[in-house]
């Protein structure tokens, strides 16, 4: 199914799985997948919202810790099914990729994935700090792809691909 993830994208959905079990939650939702996103690439975070304030980051993990179900902290292990919602923003991200000529589908597909899904807990928060999905598609079509499936080790840059 992730095939065409990049190597960070994959680590972002893995990270949203291990929020999702940490917060008891029975299925991995958009505020888990917002969750990884922070946790696994935090420049893509700060490159395209960057009208979110330093301390909005805790604000939003927060105010997401607040909503979230108070069941019984999961094992990492269990098997999480992803929330409608969540599914719907993996469709969005494939599409943006496409709409970008991308190749893989990255975490900033993710990111207009998780804002154009309207009804999910990510957009509502994000939409808070002004974040738009037409800013954000315009930004990020202006600035040049970097290849997601760098991984750097010791300074050097690897194609995880080839790894």
Request: net charge positive.
């Amino acid at each position: 199914m992730f095939e065409r993830y990049s190597e960070k994208a994959r680590r972002t959905i893995f990270f949203a799985r291990y929020e999702a079990s940490r917060l008891g939650g029975s299925e991995i939702g958009t505020e888990h997948i917002l969750l990884g996103l922070f946790r696994e690439d935090k420049a893509i975070v700060l490159r395209y919202l960057s009208s979110i304030p330093i301390g909005g980051f805790e604000e939003i993990r927060t105010k997401i810790e607040a909503i979230s179900t108070r069941n019984p902290k999961l094992p990492t292990s269990a098997d999480l099914p992803l929330s409608n919602e969540s599914k719907r923003v993996l469709a969005y991200a494939a599409e943006e990729a496409e709409r970008l000529a991308h190749p893989r589908i990255g975490n900033k597909h993710l990111l207009l994935g998780l804002l154009r899904e309207e009804r999910g807990c990510a957009a509502q928060l994000l939409r808070q700090y002004g974040a738009e999905v037409a800013t954000l598609r315009l930004e990020m079509a202006k600035s040049p792809s970097k290849d997601e499936d760098v991984v750097y080790i010791h300074g050097s840059g690897w194609d995880s691909r080839t790894l």
